[in-house]
Nanobody, 122 residues
Framework: QVQLVESGGGLVQAGGSLRLACAASGRAFTYYTMGWFRQSPGKEREFVGCIAWNGGTTYYTGSVKGRFTISRDNAKNSMYLQMNSLRPEDTAVYYC???????????????WGQGTQVTVSS
């Protein structure tokens, strides 16, 4: 079992920045690819990006590429999402998740946090 807890959400103006954190506990954090997903009201939960177990590889969905950066610190059992140049359409609940695979598919992620709200005002 892996327990995940997100933090760092909040309200920010368009063009601003936020940094989300995901703290993991339980089984060895380094076993897992870690991902960020987000869900807006009335929409399905969508993939944002993911990072390999050693931090050596990242992948992002097109709409956030160049604006968002995922990193991890395995010594601290933590992952981060740095979000810059935020847009109103980035408003969503952001979730971190863990999988033993390398995947962009929601269904491949076995463990999820409770989510943190990010609201971007125009």
């Amino acid at each position: 079992q892996v327990q995940l807890v997100e933090s760092g959400g909040g309200l920010v103006q368009a063009g601003g920045s936020l940094r989300l954190a995901c703290a993991a506990s339980g089984r060895a954090f380094t076993y897992y690819t870690m991902g960020w997903f987000r869900q807006s009201p009335g929409k399905e939960r969508e993939f944002v990006g993911c990072i390999a177990w050693n931090g050596g590889t990242t992948y992002y969905t097109g709409s956030v590429k160049g604006r968002f950066t995922i990193s991890r610190d395995n010594a601290k059992n933590s992952m981060y999402l740095q979000m810059n140049s935020l847009r109103p359409e980035d408003t969503a609940v952001y979730y971190c998740a863990a999988t033993r695979d390398w995947s962009t598919e929601r269904g491949d992620y076995n463990y999820w946090g409770q989510g943190t709200q990010v609201t971007v005002s125009s």
